[in-house]
Nanobody, 122 residues
Framework: QVQLVESGGGLVQAGGSLRLSCAAS????????MGWFRQAPGKEREFVAA????????YYADSVKGRFTISRDNAKNTLYLQMNNLKPEDTAVYYC???????????????WGQGTQVSVSS
């Protein structure tokens, strides 16, 4: 089992940047494929980005492609999401998630953090 804690959210103006972090504890971090999701008020949670266990592969939702970068540091047991050129529609609670597997996944995650709020003003 793995425990996840997100940090780095906040309020930023449109066009600005934020970097989210997700600290993992418990089982070996490198055993897990990781992902970021978000949930805006009144909307369902949606997939944002995923990274494979081996660090070699990433996958993004079309809405963030070219603006967001997912990365992981297995030595520090930490997942990151660099968010650039933020837009008001990026406003949401962002969650990191983990699942056992060696591929890229847009769903089926078993472990979730508590979320961190990102607010983008126009």
């Amino acid at each position: 089992q793995v425990q996840l804690v997100e940090s780095g959210g906040g309020l930023v103006q449109a066009g600005g940047s934020l970097r989210l972090s997700c600290a993992a504890s418990g089982r070996t971090f490198s055993d897990y494929a990781m992902g970021w999701f978000r949930q805006a008020p009144g909307k369902e949670r949606e997939f944002v980005a995923a990274i494979s266990w081996s660090i070699g592969s990433t996958y993004y939702a079309d809405s963030v492609k070219g603006r967001f970068t997912i990365s992981r540091d297995n030595a520090k047991n930490t997942l990151y999401l660099q968010m650039n050129n933020l837009k008001p529609e990026d406003t949401a609670v962002y969650y990191c998630a983990a699942r056992v597997g060696r591929s890229l996944y847009t769903g089926g995650y078993a472990y979730w953090g508590q979320g961190t709020q990102v607010s983008v003003s126009s």
